[in-house]
């Protein structure tokens, strides 16, 4: 089993920035493949970014391109995922998940958090 626990969400202007976190426990090792996923109100849920923890290797939705950055701290079993230039469209509750192959596929993932709500101010 692996447990996913985010922090970090909020309510920002447009503009501003937000670090989200994930911590893991369990048996985290089992899961090579960590993401971001999203959830928009009346929308489905949407890619965000994925790394693999140990290569370090990502893959990001081009929609968050160039803005977002998914990281990991080996050390502290955790996920990152800095949000620059946060627009009114990325309002969503953010997911962390893992799994054990790598892509934007929530397909891939079988271990998810309970989410976190970032909303964006026009």
């Known amino acids: 089993q692996v447990q996913l626990v985010e922090s970090g969400g909020g309510l920002v202007q447009a503009g501003g920035s937000l670090r989200l976190s994930c911590a893991a426990s369990?048996?985290?090792?089992?899961?090579?493949?960590r993401a971001w996923f999203r959830q928009a109100p009346g929308k489905e849920r949407e890619f965000v970014a994925a790394?693999?923890?140990?290569?370090?290797?990502?893959y990001y939705a081009d929609s968050v391109k160039r803005r977002f950055t998914i990281s990991r701290d080996n050390a502290k079993n955790t996920l990152y995922l800095q949000m620059n230039s946060l627009k009114p469209e990325d309002t969503a509750v953010y997911y962390c998940?893992?799994?054990?192959?790598?892509?934007?596929?929530?397909?891939?993932?079988?271990?998810w958090g309970q989410g976190t709500q970032v909303t964006v101010s026009s």
């Open positions: 369990g048996r985290t090792f089992s899961r090579s493949a």
């Open positions: 998940a893992a799994g054990s192959v790598y892509g934007g596929s929530s397909d891939n993932y079988d271990y």
């Open positions: 790394i693999l923890w140990l290569g370090g290797s990502t």
